[in-house]
């Protein structure tokens, strides 16, 4: 079992920047790819981002070039540094984790509002 937290999501507006969080515990050497997705009312939950063992990350077209992702193993939490912020951005954002059986964990959610 992995656990996954979120934190960091906020209303902010038309071109600033936000940061979220995911911390993660439990059988964290089981997970071999980590990201985040998001969805918006309305619509299907798309991908935002995710990073596998390696450090190679797959983008969702929407956020290529905008958003980066990293990690800190020590603290066993995985950033999402968000910039160019749109009001298409808006969305619950879920940390996810994906082990080598194809196994799948999802954090509880963060809101992001983009607006003026």
């Known amino acids: 079992q992995v656990q996954l937290v979120e934190s960091g999501g906020g209303l902010v507006q038309p071109g600033e920047s936000l940061r979220l969080s995911c911390v993660s515990s439990?059988?964290?050497?089981?997970?071999?790819?980590m990201g985040w997705y998001r969805q918006a009312p309305g619509k299907q939950r798309e991908l935002v981002g995710l990073r596998d063992a390696e450090g190679a990350i797959r983008w969702g077209d929407s956020v290529k070039d905008r958003f980066t992702i990293s990690r800190d193993h020590a603290k066993n939490t995985m950033y999402l540094q968000m910039s160019g912020l749109k009001p298409e951005d808006t969305a619950t954002y879920y940390c996810v984790a994906f082990t080598r059986r194809q196994e799948q964990y999802w954090g509880q959610g963060t809101q992001v509002t983009v607006s003026s």
């Open positions: 439990g059988n964290i050497g089981a997970v071999w790819l």
